[in-house]
C-alpha cells in the first residue's frame, strides 16, 4: 500500500518511513524539507495523491498555548486534503494519558487533535505512547543546574523510540481502529528516580533532588502517564537501552 508520512523527516517519521519501505510499502516522507506546509496546506494535495494511508507524526514547533492553534490548523487541513485525495486511514500519534493533563497547554493542544481526527470524515486510528527514552536527557535539562537537578516524583513509563515506530507501523498497515492504542515501555519508575539512574549510568555526578513543584511533570496527578492494563508493553527495557546508548 502506500503511505504518506506527516512528519516523515524526524525522529519517529524517519524511521516509520524506513520500516515501512523495508516491508515493501510505498512511504512517502512529508514534511517542510519536502515542500510540505500543514499550516497554510501548500503540498498537502501532492504529498496524498494516491496515498491509502496518511499517518501524521508531525509535532508543533512550541509546547506553548500557540501549539493549540498548530494542531487545529494542521489537522483540519489534514482531513481536508486527506478526503478530497480518497485516503482511507488517518492514523495519529499521541501521548498516553494525554487528556487527563489539562494543565498542559501541549497535552490540551495534543487532545484536541485527536478529538477532530474522531470527529473527521475518514477511518481512524490513535496510538498513544508514554515518553520516550530519547527525552530524558531533556527532561532532566530543563530543572538543572551545575550541581543539581530537580524532578517531582511522578510515574512514569518511558519507551523506545524504536518501540513506538514498531507500534505505529503495525497500526498503519493494519485495518483503522476507529479508537486508541495504547503502548508503554516494560517498567515504571518514579521521575525522580530515572533522573538517578541515567546520571548515574552517564557517570554525571550532579545530585536529583526530589522536588514536587519541578518541571513541567510536576502538575500530573497520579498515574495517569502510565499505560494502563490495556497498554500493549514494549520488549526494550530503559537500563538496557541506557547501557547501548553510552
Known amino acids: ?22 516491508a515493501g510499502h510505498e512511504a512517502v516522507a512529508a514534511s517542510p524539507s519536502t515542500g510540505v506546509d500543514l499550516l497554510s496546506g501548500a503540498g498537502l494535495g501532492q504529498a496524498l495523491a494516491g496515498a491509502d494511508v496518511v499517518v501524521n507524526v508531525a509535532n508543533s514547533p512550541t509546547f506553548d498555548e500557540a501549539s493549540l492553534d498548530f494542531f487545529r490548523t494542521s489537522m483540519n487541513n489534514l482531513l481536508s486534503a486527506g478526503e478530497r485525495a480518497g485516503v482511507r486511514h488517518q492514523v495519529v500519534l499521541s501521548i498516553v494519558g494525554v487528556d487527563q493533563v489539562p494543565q498542559l497547554d501541549y497535552y490540551r493542544a ?6 477532530l481526527l474522531r470527529q473527521g470524515p475518514t477511518p481512524y486510528s490513535i496510538v498513544r505512547a508514554t515518553q520516550f527514552f530519547e527525552f530524558v536527557n531533556a527532561v532532566l535539562a530543563w530543572t538543572s543546574d551545575d550541581k543539581t537537578v530537580r524532578l517531582p516524583a511522578t510515574p512514569v513509563q518511558p519507551m523506545a523510540a524504536a518501540d513506538v515506530v514498531d507500534a505505529v507501523v503495525e497500526v498503519a ?4 481502529l476507529n479508537g486508541i492504542r495504547n503502548v ?16 548515574a549510568v552517564q557517570q554525571d555526578d550532579r545530585t536529583v533532588v526530589t522536588d514536587d513543584q519541578a518541571g513541567m511533570f510536576a502538575v500530573v496527578d497520579g498515574d495517569v502517564l502510565i499505560g494502563g492494563p490495556d497498554a500493549r508493553r514494549a520488549p526494550t527495557h530503559y537500563r538496557d537501552w541506557l547501557q547501548s546508548a553510552r
Open 1 to 22: 500500500m502506500k503511505l504518506t508520512v506527516i512528519g516523515g523527516t524526524g525522529l519517529i517519521g524517519s524511521q516509520v518511513v524506513r520500516k515501512l519501505t523495508e
Open 110 to 115: 495534543k487532545t484536541l487533535q485527536e478529538e
Open 173 to 176: 498497515t493494519g485495518a483503522p
Open 184 to 199: 508503554a515501555g516494560p517498567d515504571v519508575f518514579a521521575l525522580d528516580e530515572l533522573g538517578r539512574l541515567t546520571l
